[in-house]
């Protein structure tokens, strides 16, 4: 398995930008297929985005195609999630998920065996 934690999250008026990070240790991080999920209370998690291992593929949930952009760094062992034109519905605790490739759904939970511990971001109308 692979050790994550996120960080980058807070409070920011709609409209906005923030950046997400997600710091991987344990597994080669290259040889890992990344995500990132979120979930608002009360609500199931969902899909955001997500990364192939080259970083040269990458999934979008419809709702954040065009204001999200989803990018990691393998030198570092890093995958970020850069976040525009926020609105109040983003509002939910993010997770950064790892995982391998295979012939699961790109964007189904199931294909992720890693989790960090969430971070919260909150917009503001």
């Known amino acids: 398995q692979v050790q994550l934690v996120e960080s980058g999250g807070g409070l920011v008026q709609a409209g906005g930008s923030l950046r997400l990070s997600c710091a991987a240790s344990g597994r080669t991080f290259s040889t890992n297929y990344m995500g990132w999920f979120r979930q608002a209370p009360g609500k199931e998690r969902q899909f955001v985005a997500a990364i192939r291992e080259s970083g040269t593929i990458t999934y979008y949930a419809n709702s954040v195609k065009g204001r999200f952009t989803v990018s990691r760094d393998n030198a570092k062992n890093t995958v970020y999630l850069q976040m525009n034109s926020l609105k109040p519905e983003d509002t939910a605790v993010y997770y950064c998920?790892?995982?391998?490739?295979?012939?699961?759904?790109?964007?189904?939970?199931?294909?992720?065996?890693?989790w960090g511990q969430g971070t919260q971001v909150t917009v503001s109308s």
């Open positions: 998920a790892a995982g391998r490739w295979g012939p699961i759904l790109p964007t189904a939970e199931a294909k992720f065996d890693s």
